[in-house]
């Protein structure tokens, strides 16, 4: 099942007409509807199921600049900036806070890389610091483990998934975004090879600019209409437990499992590195263009056949504008959890902490994280498509850095001065030859 979501009020009336509509109303696309409203441009967001109630639920609510791939390090800066103003700034509650993160463990090769990793980042502002095997312990009292070292990121913090999106939609909708739920996105309308409008179940609605913004759907909108988008996903599972002891008011990533102080006073656990590659028919297509990525990431996947195979986003379909697409079949990608992985959770999580001994999950839940073959999103227009912008392939990490991920889409929508280098985030890299290489930091 899936974590339990603030719901949002939404509009009931398609528009006939809006500047820029946005397919997808997770947290890529809520963030540039709340940044384009704000500016007064007209906004019609369209969400085939609800708002947020895919992986921008489901992830683990880290807000971090600790190691992040240095080409989206200035945009998990920005990130946290805006995420400082959140709260005051919607008259609403996101769970954020800057309670630090730490990560421990028990190899040299992880110190050697968030030694190299921090080299870079300090001369740009980032306050990360490496520990000890004794001041890692410090940081962590009540944990059993011997570490050999770790790195705290005492700037960095949490929000909450499933209150963080919700009001931002709640804002984007007092500046004058419409949103729709249940209203899946069917086909593209050009005019003079520009973008001239969408067309949805409910009716068509004329624009000048579409942001594709579907998570792990955007792949099979883009290749409905012939452009190529590398995009692959694998089944995470997680949960959260009942309110416990605090044994850290902020985020703990272990070797084999990760923890998140929630507002409720529970934990968010995420298993490290562990998921299932669903074989699917496009996956196997693409598969040369993930070859390293899939090297790198071997050590913790499993594989199976599940539902990607005939009608998830990896499934190859065809429709047409006047008939039903595979938007309206699935409404929410919502896996179910494995079981085994949610109990191998709760024992590390115990391991590590015996005085939560007796702490069992509140909630689980799987998820869908879509990657990019290089784990860098795509933010970007689209040349050979005028009038086109896409914002996906956020590959787990898009929750923390979405505020500032919408303001980039924003501004190059807008034509405004980007409030980043966009060239690291651009569509082309894609379909031009540029050697992806492998996943930098996570």
């Known amino acids: 099942m899936s974590p339990p979501l603030r719901r949002v009020e939404c509009d009931q009336i398609l528009p006939v007409q809006a500047d820029v509509v946005i397919l997808g109303g997770g947290m890529a696309g809520i963030a540039t509807a709340y940044e384009l409203a704000k500016r007064g441009t007209s906004v019609a967001l369209v969400e085939k199921g609800v708002i947020a109630g895919e992986q921008s639920s489901r992830n683990w609510g880290w807000c971090r600049q600790q190691n992040r791939d240095v080409r989206e390090l200035a945009l998990a800066q920005l990130a946290m900036r805006i995420w400082d103003g959140l709260n005051a700034e919607l008259d609403d509650e996101t769970g954020f806070r800057r309670n630090g993160l730490v990560y421990a463990t ?33 940081l962590l009292p009540g944990n059993s483990r011997t570490w050999r070292g770790g790195v705290h990121s005492p700037a960095d913090g949490r929000a909450e998934p499933e209150l963080a999106v919700p009001a931002i939609a709640k804002g984007a909708r007092r500046f004058g975004a419409v949103i729709l739920e249940n209203c899946a996105a069917r086909e593209l ?173 509140s909630e689980t839940w799987g998820g869908m994280v879509d990657s990019t073959p290089d784990a860098i999103p795509v933010i970007s227009s689209v040349k050979s498509r005028p009038g086109l912008f896409v914002s996906a392939g956020f590959s787990g990490h898009g929750f923390g850095i979405g505020p500032a991920a919408g303001r980039l889409a924003a501004d190059l929508i807008l034509g405004d001065r980007p409030c980043v280098n966009p060239a690291p985030f651009r569509y082309e890299r894609m379909i031009d030859g540029t050697d992806l290489g492998k996943p930098g930091m996570m």
């Not at 028990?106 to 095997?133: C, H, K, Y």
């Not at 579409?210 to 692959?232: D, K, N, P, T, Y």
């Not at 599972?237 to 985020?251: E, H, I, L, Q, R």
């Open 189 to 361: 309308e050009t005019q003079g090879g520009r973008i001239s409008g969408v067309v949805t179940e409910k009716g068509a609605i004329r624009c000048g600019a579409v942001l594709v913004a579907g998570g792990a759907w955007s792949g099979m909108f883009l290749r409905h209409h012939g452009l190529r988008f590398l995009q692959a996903s694998v089944k995470s599972t997680s949960f959260y437990t009942s309110p416990a002891k605090a044994v850290t008011d902020g985020g703990i990533a272990m070797e084999n499992v990760t923890i998140r102080r929630r507002l409720d006073g529970g934990y968010t656990v995420g298993l490290t590195g562990q998921g299932q590659l669903q074989i699917s028919p496009w996956g196997l297509l693409q598969a040369p263009d993930f070859w390293r990525t899939f090297q790198t990431r071997r050590k913790g996947l499993t594989f199976g056949i599940g539902r990607q195979f005939f009608n998830g986003p990896e499934a190859i379909r065809r429709w047409k504008a006047d008939g039903p697409s595979p938007f309206e079949q699935v409404r929410t990608l919502d896996p179910a959890p494995d079981l085994h992985l949610i109990e191998r959770g709760i024992m590390r999580l115990v391991a590590a902490y015996p005085e939560l001994a007796g702490i069992r999950p």
């Open 106 to 138: 028990t190899t040299q090769g992880d110190l050697n890389a968030w030694e190299r990793w921090g080299s870079i980042a300090r001369p740009l502002g980032v306050d990360t610091r490496m520990l000890t095997g004794a001041g890692t312990s410090a």
